[in-house]
């Protein structure tokens, strides 16, 4: 690693204000992706702001009747919450589906939304990569892509999120609320919250500098038959080649979003209507505009099975 200096901020505000006056400033909580980049020397930031102790890490419920979750409340807290289980059940799913005990008992809420991607390329320094390097290429394409993006993708990157948490925060219409070095605070829908690549891949948020992520609100509870189902090349501790986020009423109708196929959460409402027609429609009209290599084309039929598995599941 390289030196860098370290503080403990004493209040979300301190805290985004001290990484306004640092341009090369990181936020530092569970630390479960930032040290190992910082190995790496991916990311080399001159200056850490420690955020634990600022007191959101509370899981509380919310005025319309929904949850509002601390920043800081770890996964495995979140996971386990009763109110959680029992009227969110897609993300308790999600996140005991994700990592390994020990690093849900460190990660964060908001480190798990903002976790950068593993595409082999992004890790390897000795190879291109317009997301650790703008503008120095993008290695995946035309290299090794089997676990990479087959839709939201550019010409400049096709990596994918990694979060099993953000793709079920994104069927349950979360929303990020966060405060800016100013005081001034602000809510972000999980669904704008990340960027799609464009030409500009290391631009991964909407936040801006210092903006610090204070809590994820989530809206009162929508009911259904709740599913998190992930494929992935072994039982446990692999990041998804593709997972469902899925909520189903007796209707039919349902809401379904998935992970492990493009830079964010995927979710395409207008396709939910095509669910009640089975996993092929709705399949057909999420993956509308994909554009997969030869080495990750297989994904497109993986996702229309993982989601008739799903629907098959929910409906009993």
């Not at 479960?32 to 419920?61: F, S």
């Not at 009640?276 to 997969?292: H, N, Q, S, T, W």
């Amino acid at each position: 690693m390289r030196a860098f200096s370290y503080e403990k901020a004493s209040s979300p505000a301190e805290a985004a204000a001290a990484a306004a006056r640092s341009p090369d400033a990181k936020f530092i909580a569970g630390g479960t992706n930032l040290l190992d980049l910082m190995k790496l020397q991916i990311e080399a930031p001159t200056h850490l702001i420690d955020v634990n102790g600022l007191g959101i890490d509370k899981i509380e419920p919310s005025s319309d009747g929904g949850l509002r979750i601390g920043a800081l409340v770890r996964n495995t807290a979140l996971a386990v919450d009763e109110r959680v289980r029992r009227d969110y059940a897609v993300l308790s799913r999600a996140l005991l589906a994700g990592a390994s005990g020990q690093l849900r008992n460190r990660a964060t809420t908001a480190g798990n939304l903002l976790q950068r991607t593993r595409c082999p390329y992004f890790y390897d320094t000795a190879q291109p990569c317009n997301k650790r390097q703008p503008g120095s290429g993008c290695s995946a394409l035309g290299g090794f892509s089997r676990q990479l993006g087959v839709v939201g993708i550019s010409d400049a990157c096709i990596a994918t999120h990694p979060s099993d948490m953000a793709v079920a925060m994104r069927a349950l219409d979360a929303t990020v609320e966060t405060v800016k070095p100013d005081r001034s605070t602000r809510s972000i829908p999980v669904a704008e919250l990340h960027r799609l690549p464009g030409k500009t891949p290391h631009v991964e948020t909407v936040l801006d500098q210092g903006e610090l992520i204070t809590a994820v609100t989530l809206p009162k509870p929508v009911g259904g038959t709740q599913i998190y189902r992930k494929v992935r090349d072994r039982a446990s501790y692999a990041f998804a080649l593709v997972s469902v986020a899925a909520i189903v009423q007796r209707d039919g109708s349902g809401r379904i979003a998935l992970g492990g196929v493009a830079p964010k959460p995927w979710r395409v409402e207008t396709a939910e209507a095509e669910l009640p027609r089975g996993a092929k429609a709705a399949a057909e009209a999420i993956l509308a505009d994909a554009k997969p290599t030869h080495e990750n084309a297989f994904k497109l039929p993986l996702i229309e099975r993982t989601l008739g598995a799903v629907l098959t599941q929910a409906r009993g």
